[in-house]
């Protein structure tokens, strides 16, 4: 196409904005894939944070029930000494 008005600005502005414009396009498309990229990446960070989260209450529960396994162990070895230091203080009293 010929510039029949003699200015030859009004080319190369518009040469310019299409240039501009497929620049501008092409960074919005790199700047979309990068957000597509980093929604995956925290979602999979999500995924494994719930993840770890799921063990660590598994390991939290098997030790509180491990926990109170040995409490209750705990508990009848006291009351067994209980009765053992009651038994020794009524064998002494018989003694005496």
Known sequence: MDDKSGDKEGFTSIDDLQKRFKSLKSENKQLMQRKAQINLDMEAARKEEKQKLNSLKG??????RKMAAIQSELEEI?????????DFANEIGRKN
Do not use: G, V, W
Request: hydrophobic share 35%; no cysteine.
């Open 59 to 64: 390991t939290l529960f098997n030790q509180e």
């Open 78 to 86: 006291s009351a067994l000494n209980s009765e053992l230091e009651q």
